[in-house]
């Protein structure tokens, strides 16, 4: 079992930069990919990036590719967003998943934090 919880959340300008973190219980978040997902108003839930149990490998959604930057502390139990050159439409809850398979299918994921809310204001 592992439970997530994100945080770092918040309101910033267009062109703006903000990192979110998930923070993992249990001694096996090293064993997990890890992924983040964000949800915009009024739309599903939508891949945005992975990284493998190493980091070692990362994968983006198109939208965000140049821009976004996933990581992960596995000494931390911490897996990590970096968003830079935020635009409007990546306002959205931003949710962090835990899995085995490196994938970007919502099905590839087991355990799901609550999110964090990311507002873009432009």
């Known amino acids: 079992q592992v439970q997530l919880v994100e945080s770092g959340g918040g309101l910033v300008q267009a062109g703006g930069s903000l990192r979110i973190s998930c923070a993992a219980s249990?001694?096996?978040?090293?064993?997990?990919?890890m992924g983040w997902f964000r949800q915009a108003p009024g739309k599903g839930r939508k891949f945005v990036a992975a990284?493998?149990?190493?980091?070692?490998?990362?994968d983006y959604a198109d939208s965000v590719k140049g821009r976004f930057t996933i990581s992960r502390d596995n000494a931390k139990n911490t897996v990590y967003l970096q968003m830079n050159s935020l635009k409007s439409e990546d306002t959205a809850v931003y949710y962090c998943?835990?899995?085995?398979?490196?994938?970007?299918?919502?099905?590839?994921?087991?355990?799901w934090g609550q999110g964090t809310r990311v507002t873009v204001s432009s």
């Open positions: 998943a835990a899995g085995r398979i490196f994938g970007k299918s919502r099905d590839d994921y087991v355990y």
């Open positions: 990284i493998s149990w190493s980091g070692g490998n990362t």
């Open positions: 249990g001694r096996t978040f090293s064993s997990y990919v």
